[in-house]
Nanobody, 119 residues
């Protein structure tokens, strides 16, 4: 089994910063692409950013410049640095990863971490 464990969420005032972390644990060969998604109350889950094992990144356009996704080469974990936060960033943030095991690639989700931005 593979688990994605997120950390770093919490309550922050508008204009502040948070750094989320996500690490995969379990038995696997390799963690491929990883990403962050978020879901606000009553809304669908949306892409925040993704990063491949070779470091190629992709962001939701409106978040470019404020959010930065990173990882150490192809290693675990993946980070999301969030700056200049505003109340509209309030959501549950989910980690996602493609993991190679048993000769196949499986997609996994973390349990989510709450980010609340107060005005």
């Amino acid at each position: 089994q593979v688990q994605l464990v997120e950390s770093g969420g919490g309550l922050v005032q508008a204009g502040g910063s948070l750094r989320l972390s996500c690490a995969a644990s379990g038995i696997f060969v390799r963690v491929n692409a990883m990403g962050w998604y978020r879901q606000a109350p009553g809304k669908q889950r949306d892409l925040v950013a993704t990063i491949t094992a070779t470091g190629i990144t992709n962001y939701e356009d409106s978040l470019k410049g404020r959010f930065t996704i990173s990882r150490d080469n192809a290693k675990n974990p993946v980070y999301l640095q969030m700056n200049s936060l505003n109340p509209e960033d309030t959501a549950v943030y989910y980690c996602n990863a493609d993991v190679s095991r048993l000769g196949l690639t499986f997609n996994y989700w973390g349990q989510g971490t709450q980010v609340t931005v107060s005005s």
